[in-house]
């Protein structure tokens, strides 16, 4: 027999559609294939590709797209919770404590109710530094004193 007529009928047998091949087998003892239970023709090397897809997808969806869920999550909460806690501050009326400190180290605290207000204590404690006419608070009771 010719190598060309062999190959030319190898290839034969192995070609063609899943409706094709049934066609060419009807009557003949056929193997079942463990594929023959989709109802899309597709080949084995088809149904591998399909199959390495969907691993590949379910791999990305779990190393890269739900870490990434997770921390634009844990941002959010963040957000939520800072935004919060600016609000609750300005609208319960909690006081600011507003601190200044001199060039050798005395330290001025001052308490002040508002956004705006803390803004403007800033403003008004450093022309009075620099004029000089804030003295530092005393210590309080049981801490060391301020170095001089």
Avoid: C, N, Y
């Avoid at 109802?39 to 990434?68: K, N, Q």
């Avoid at 800072?82 to 050798?104: C, M």
């Avoid at 956004?115 to 530094?129: G, H, N, V």
Wanted: charged share 25%; proline share 6%; no cysteine.
């Amino acid at each position: 027999m010719d190598v060309g007529k062999r190959f030319r009928q190898f290839h034969r047998r192995g070609s063609g559609s899943r409706k094709e091949r049934r066609q060419r087998t009807e009557g003949k003892e056929r193997k079942v294939s463990w594929s023959d239970f989709l109802e899309f023709p597709v080949d084995d090397l088809g149904l591998l590709a399909i199959v390495l897809a969907v691993i590949a997808a379910a791999l990305l969806l779990w190393f890269a797209v739900i870490p990434l869920l997770l921390i634009l999550f844990d941002i959010l909460v963040v957000l939520v919770l800072f935004i919060a806690g600016i609000t609750a501050r300005v609208l319960l009326r909690r006081p600011w404590t507003v601190v200044a400190t001199r060039i050798d180290g005395v330290e001025i605290e001052r308490e002040v109710v508002g956004w705006r207000a803390s803004r403007d204590e800033m403003a008004t404690m450093r022309k009075q530094l620099e004029q000089g006419l804030i003295s530092p608070a005393p210590p309080h009771a049981g801490s060391p004193p301020a170095p001089f």
